[in-house]
């Protein structure tokens, strides 16, 4: 079969030898201004490639194509290789096209367009093939990584060319791995490495590595995986009342977390069993109090467990009682009075008017009032008992005798005069009478 295709490229390369020699004996006019016109043309590899060759002045010269190894593919509008691949599209005096499918790297090369005037022009056209890089793999990736592991992801893609670019997302945001290009043949081989050091938040993660080339503009290729981690359980315990009361209603709520699922939990009091499981109901991860009682006063734990280890948490319950309230007044309200904007504020905390809207129930209203008198009469009574004390030991360091002058000359005077007479001139005697106080 070669043979005969050499044999049949002979016969036409003849003909146009023929042609221009006829042309020439002519005198054909305008050849000097015949060029043929093309252009360089890319496809992606498997596609197909078309190769237009123009001519703006023709004198029904021939056109022909050939292939980077010389060829002839078509001349005219004869077919001159044996290739199912190639086919004609439009043959004229002005224009040969001619289309290649199922493209392969083999075909990239300069595609020549000969015009077979005296002398014979050409033109030539390079074609470029696109090569398509392979869906890429991921590599590395254990199954279920533990956390505080660190490991290496690869990405790797070949037959791109020009070589591919490799990009890393985890979840929807970009992350940088480390590139590295290998040529094999006209094609590359494309390796991408991204490393990890795993923790809880990895667990679920979705790792994405994509692969951008001009060849894949309308579908990019990609490949993910999703990372499963292993991590101890984290306990914690939620209560919704902040001041739990009796005869409440009480739901703790036991939240763990951890890979693999820590069920079920473990609920104890006070480091043994739940008492009085009628009253006291666990279902799955809650533990609900009916009817709150002092009885379920202590510490509650909530356990979780999974082959890494195991967590727990606390929750110490104290039930509040019932608060009371004083029963309603049944006096009726008082008529309030609307508040005059002069007065101070100072007034309006004492006005009993101003007051009066107040809620009679109110603990500690009427307390408050008790006290301030009781507190006065306290001091009242203590201030008298210091005064009586004081006034008693006043008077009993001054108390004795004391004589007047007459008293003092009447033991010896028969009469008064006598004595008043007495008691001055018995003056320096009254040393002897005085009494000293100690």
């Known amino acids: 079969m070669k043979l005969k295709s050499n044999l049949i ?14 042309a020439s004996k002519g005198k054909v006019r305008g050849i000097s201004g015949q060029y043929p016109l093309v252009q360089n043309v890319t496809v992606t590899e498997g596609g197909t490639a078309n190769l237009t060759c123009r001519v703006e002045y023709n ?11 010389q060829q002839t593919l078509f001349f005219g509008d004869k077919k001159a290789l044996r290739d199912n691949r ?3 599209v439009r043959a004229s005096w002005s224009e040969l096209t001619i289309s290649i499918s199922d493209v392969t790297l083999s075909d990239e090369g300069f595609y020549t367009c000969s015009l077979f005037t005296m002398p014979v022009r050409t033109a030539k056209a390079y074609l470029t093939v696109l090569g398509v890089p392979e869906k890429p793999e991921i590599n590395g990736l254990t199954k279920p990584a533990m956390e505080g592991d660190h490991i290496t992801l690869t990405c790797i893609t070949q037959g791109s060319k020009p070589a591919a670019d490799l ?8 992350v940088k791995g480390a590139k590295e290009v290998n040529a094999s043949g006209k094609t590359f081989t494309v390796r991408s490495s991204l490393q990890l050091h795993v923790d809880r938040k990895d667990d679920g993660v979705a790792y994405t590595c994509r692969v951008d080339h001009v060849a894949l503009a309308q579908a990019p290729q990609q490949a993910t995986e999703v990372l499963e981690v292993h991590y101890p359980p984290h306990v914690k315990i939620i209560n919704p009342i902040t001041l739990p009361q009796e005869g409440q209603y009480l739901k703790l709520e036991c939240v763990s977390r951890g ?7 473990m609920w104890t009091k006070d480091g043994g069993e739940l008492p009085d499981l009628d009253r006291i109901i666990v279902e799955g991860r809650e533990l609900t109090f009916n009817s709150l009682n002092k009885t379920d006063n202590g510490t509650y734990r909530c356990e979780a467990s999974n ?11 104290y039930v509040y009682d019932v608060p009371t309230t004083m029963p309603p007044s049944t006096t009726p309200p008082l008529h309030l009075i609307p508040p005059d904007p002069t007065v101070q504020l100072s007034t309006h905390a004492s006005d009993p008017t101003v007051t009066g809207n107040r809620d009679p129930n109110a603990v500690g209203q009427h307390g408050t ?15 008298t008992l210091c005064l009586i004390i004081v006034l008693g030991r006043y008077l009993a360091r001054h108390k004795g005798t004391y004589l007047t002058n007459e008293a003092k000359g ?21 040393e002897e009478k005085k009494e000293y106080f100690i």
């Open 9 to 22: 490229f002979t016969l036409y390369t003849v003909y146009g030898i023929l042609l221009k020699v006829m």
């Open 59 to 69: 004198d029904n010269t021939s056109l022909q194509w050939s292939n980077p190894a």
């Open 86 to 88: 190639i086919e004609l």
């Open 167 to 174: 990009r890393w997302f985890r979840n929807e945001k970009e």
């Open 259 to 265: 890979n693999p699922s820590p069920d079920p939990v």
């Open 307 to 317: 082959h890494l280890g195991t967590s727990s948490d606390d929750y110490v319950l």
């Open 369 to 383: 009032d008790h006290a301030l008198i009781g507190g006065v009469v306290a001091v009242v009574v203590f201030v």
């Open 410 to 430: 009447a033991d010896d005077a028969p009469d008064a005069d006598t004595a008043i007479i007495n008691a001055e001139g018995n003056h320096a005697h009254a």
